[in-house]
């Protein structure tokens, strides 16, 4: 069974303090690791797609790693909209990406 | 452009009625997914259409939980004889097909389900 956890499960930060979150994952056939945030009362709102083991996305203030057992979203100088739920998900097995297994999520909190 | 839709937002249910709870996807997009989030945890997969096509419903909790999809466009989950255990959010997501590429999930607001 697939399984994905992420740490810390709170992390705060002072405005401009960097840091890192978390997804450790033990699937069969990683096909794609996803990175959400997810505001209060919202839906997951999508951020980057990870393939395969050595690849990298960035986006503005955050950047995603991925390797062969966990994925990491680093985030560079947090501004206090940064501040949200960050959920790590995984598509495995098969030939197609159909369901997606999600961490817990991560519950930033960036202070001004 | 229209993202995913869902209604109603909220929905209170007294323990035992039925309910059925509406998605939009982005207009396109052939593929749907149900998700069930419990507070404070992240979502888990009920089940999800290719097209009219229910693929995979290995997530549905129990046989109270059906979703359909007749024409491939909009789609209906419904869960029979409320339980206290089905108070939760529950979320859709649409994508424009199953293969790379095309696999990303853009989620809707979410229905939040209270059964009392």
């Known amino acids: 069974e697939d399984q994905v956890t992420q740490s810390p499960e709170a992390l705060r930060l002072q405005e401009g303090e960097s840091s890192s979150l978390n997804c450790s994952y033990t699937?069969?056939?990683?096909?794609?690791l996803f990175w959400y945030r997810q505001d209060p009362g919202k839906g997951p709102e999508f951020l980057f797609t990870?393939?395969?083991a050595g690849e990298e996305k960035e986006k503005e203030r955050l950047k995603a790693t991925l390797t062969k057992k966990e994925s990491f979203l680093h985030i560079t100088a947090p501004k206090p909209e940064d501040s949200a739920t960050y959920l790590c998900a995984v598509a495995a097995g098969g030939t197609s990406y159909g369901k997606l297994t999600f961490g817990q999520g991560t519950i930033l909190t960036v202070h001004p | 452009g229209a993202g995913v839709s869902q209604s109603p937002r909220y929905k209170v249910a007294k323990r035992g009625q039925d309910v059925a709870l509406r998605c939009d996807p982005i207009?396109?997009?052939?593929?749907l997914f149900w998700y069930q989030q419990a507070l404070g945890q992240g979502p888990e997969f009920l089940t999800y259409f290719q097209n009219e096509a229910q693929l995979d419903k290995s997530g549905l909790p129990s046989d109270r939980f059906f979703a359909e999809r007749p024409e491939g466009s909009v789609s209906t989950l419904k869960i029979q004889r409320t339980q206290q255990e089905d108070s939760a959010v529950y979320l859709c997501a649409s994508s424009l097909g199953l293969y790379r590429g095309r696999e990303t999930q853009y989620f809707g607001p979410g229905t939040r389900l209270l059964v009392l």
């Open positions: 699937v069969s056939g990683l096909r794609g």
């Open positions: 990870l393939y395969s």
């Open positions: 207009s396109g997009h052939v593929s």
